[in-house]
């Protein structure tokens, strides 16, 4: 996918699928994959270099007329567990208990093929000294044999300190762009700094994605 | 959100092609996910939406073709089932935001439609024309009420929202060559 000719749709075996994703991503340490929600034992897990220079910055860009934006409510998030303790307020954010097990939720987004991404901006409320993050996540697997799932973070956007009502913004890196032959693609909210329950007083109102065709 | 893909793809193509066509996005009842997630809920005989605990209110995003594709919204209809005097309602709702300030969600219902009696199967549908070109700052969702302020149980279901919806054609400058020998 990411800075790669499309050689990928020659690739038949996990083996090729998997080196060029290490040729080309960055691994993520073992705590990275912990916090992810994620076990290293059942795949491999990457990130793409981040694009700090470029954060809400989209502000700033024009947009063509062949711009696309794919939005996503809070309440279509699922949580990975806990689904009690979640929920949706009266704009169709998504919210979460203290005493959640666990603060990650999940929503799949649907892409065009060879689609190229281009920004993750969120929107929501922090009113705590914890942040919520939201990460664009691929994963793939071998186009016709067994294999286990490549994960990869595209980009991550999260909240800072506690300004209340927020948005902000991430860029992928150029040339990002959708293999729906070999992957699916995800946002995934983590309502808490750490992987520990759910903060309270943050919510995420949603998250969009701009992408061209 | 496992459905904005063929709506785009095909929206995409019809804009292409220059026609002019009735396009129609379906929600089935079992894709709506409860206003509270820990809200109990059941598949009736039916294959229909049921609420079986107290919470009644439960949500779905309208999967609409990507912004930029502008749309004019001309219907919401709704089927399901209705043995109780309670009715079952759905709402279709935009949430907008400003694009790239912090803003609190400002919330417009843009159709409101309900079962009524009490004699089975119902469908029940609203006529409307409301443009669609804001869907880079607003979500479209669909809020299902299923009893008024409390739950029908299995005698009121939601089998499946539509929403009935024409692409907006770019406007044709030249009406004989319609812009194709431009530049």
Redesign the interface.
Known sequence: MTQIPRMLFLCITSICAQAYAESARIPLSAPEIQALGGDIKHGTYYRLADQPALNDSDALMPKGGSTKFSSIAGMEFRPIVDGANFFSTNHAALGCFVNSISPLAEAQVQLPQGATLQVLRIWGSDGNENDLNVKLIERCQPITTPGNVTTTVLTTVASANSPGRFTTSAFLPANTTVDNTLCTYAVRVQLNSVLNGCAPNLALDKVRLQWNP | ?????PS??TA?LLLASGLSHALEVSVDGRDF?P????ATYAESSAGNLTCTGSANLF???LPLP????ELDLKQLAIWGGDVSSNNATVKL?K?C?????????V?TILADVSSSGNSGNYYSAQAMNLRVDD??T??Y?LLAELGFNTCGGSALSLGRVRVRYDLVQPVVVDPIFKNGFEN
């Not at chain 2, 959100?1 to 893909?5: G, R, S």
Request: positive net charge; glycine residues 6%; charged residues 10%.
């Open positions: 959100m496992k459905k904005f893909l785009t793809v995409l996910q206003y509270i997630n820990g949500m779905a995003q990507a912004h930029s594709i709702i949430y935001q400003a694009e790239f300030t912090p803003s609190t969600p919330t869907q880079g607003c979500v969702t």
